[in-house]
């Protein structure tokens, strides 16, 4: 399984991105795909996961309303929509993929991640 993200880079305060996260090698239905982040020194936190089949979504608190996660089946794609970004969103983001029964927010909860994508938020 290999999962390629992108998107990542350098954008002002109050700014948009949107990160991609290319999912291949196996068929993916009855997973779940989340978007975690860690910024230097801390630890890696949970952003938001969409289910694979359904397009369930959950999201941690400091991101509803900024942030959208969403699936293009199709192509095997999640995307994560960042809106009215902050300095403090700064951080290497990651895409993981793991079963849908266990829990979105844990980092435990994923088998599989991707090599993140570095975004920069200046103020």
């Known amino acids: 399984v290999q999962l390629q993200a992108s998107g990542g880079g350098l954008v002002q305060a109050g700014g948009s991105l949107r990160l991609s996260c290319v999912a291949s090698g196996r068929t993916f239905g009855g997973f779940r795909m989340g978007w975690f982040r860690q910024a230097p020194g801390k630890e890696r936190e949970f952003v938001a996961a969409?289910?694979?089949?359904?397009?369930?979504?959950h999201y941690a608190d400091s991101m509803k309303g900024r942030f959208t996660i969403s699936r293009d089946n199709s192509k095997n794609t999640v995307y994560l929509q960042m809106n009215s970004l902050k300095p403090e969103d700064t951080a290497v983001y990651y895409c993981a993929a793991g079963p849908s029964i266990r829990s979105p927010s844990r980092a435990s909860g994923y088998d599989y991640w991707g090599q993140g994508t570095l975004v920069t938020v200046s103020s």
């Open positions: 969409i289910t694979w089949s359904g397009g369930s979504t």
